[in-house]
């Protein structure tokens, strides 16, 4: 019996998925070692290839031949593209009680696995629960970076918190674990998270992403608890074209697109159309703001001009979203 899954979903990753796989065999060795004292973990190792056009295939296998026999690898071909799909694959394939994702660029401490699945052990009300995240830089990142490095998925509290609990909602009602390093109880998502999501993950270059969010926010509303379990870490590598001001640009203003639908779905179908016209009054006032307490730096300051491309992009989302709606009624 699988107690917990390791997904890793990558695309085109044949030069990332040896670091994780390398950091995965720590973890084998961490968990054999623990095992000698307490109650054994038995976990698996699944790779969702998402229709890759490189050597991902042949660099499983390499890795398959010389695997620990006790921690089953995998590996499935998802040709759908997109990684809400490829994240659905790994929930059907998955053999575990809970399913930790792992991007081709997210690099597991040792004892990952062991407090990943402990926790969710201990916390049966537990729906998904995210970790710390640091950040693996190839370059120096700019000034001011802390201010947006949540948006690249680097950040996490040195405290263990629960996000719906009552007592925590007045400061993090609105707040959900990133995608990288997620852990979710499979029944969970299987019994709330629709198979197809409306977003689809970074397609055709587009980085109108919010498919983690989507998928969180049902689970939560169904009632399971969402957490940050501070003993969970990884490093998360930030390759140098991330860091640079087309690529941010971009970043910023795809998750501001993104942003309508993601307040929508949280809410009562009578809520939406009275609180969709208050989020577009609160996002003016937003811009203005942000432009005239930062005006002088637009030009100098990238941190400030990202900022600004996420308020745009958010004001913008409600047209964004009725345009991506209707495209969708027109091909379906």
Known sequence: MINFSVAICTFNGENRLPDVLDKLKDC???TTQLGIDTEPITWEIIVIDNNSKDNTAKVFKEYQADWPPAYPIKYFLEKK???????????????????????DDNLPTPNWVASAYNFGKDHPQAGAYGGRIHGDYEVTPPNNFDRISLFLAIGGS???ICYT???????????LPAGAGLVVRKQAWIEN??????????VNGSLVTAEDIEALTHIKKAGWEIWHNAEMQIYHRIPKHRLEKEYLFKLMRGIGLSRHYTRMLDLQIWQQP???LA???????KILLHFFKYRPGFKT?????????LLIGAFLSPFYILKKHLLNLNNN
Do not use: H, W
């Open 28 to 30: 084998c060795g961490y």
């Open 81 to 103: 593209q997109g990684l809400s799909y490829a994240r659905e694959r790994a929930i059907q394939e998955a053999e575990g009680t809970f399913v930790g994702f792992l991007d």
């Open 158 to 160: 040195s405290k263990t």
């Open 165 to 175: 609990d009552p007592e925590n909602s007045l400061y993090f009602k609105k707040v």
């Open 193 to 202: 998270v629709p198979k197809n999501l409306f977003f689809q993950g970074r």
């Open 274 to 276: 009275f609180l969709s």
């Open 279 to 285: 989020y577009i009054a609160n996002d003016i006032r």
């Open 301 to 309: 300051d990238i941190i400030t001009a990202c900022e600004m491309e």
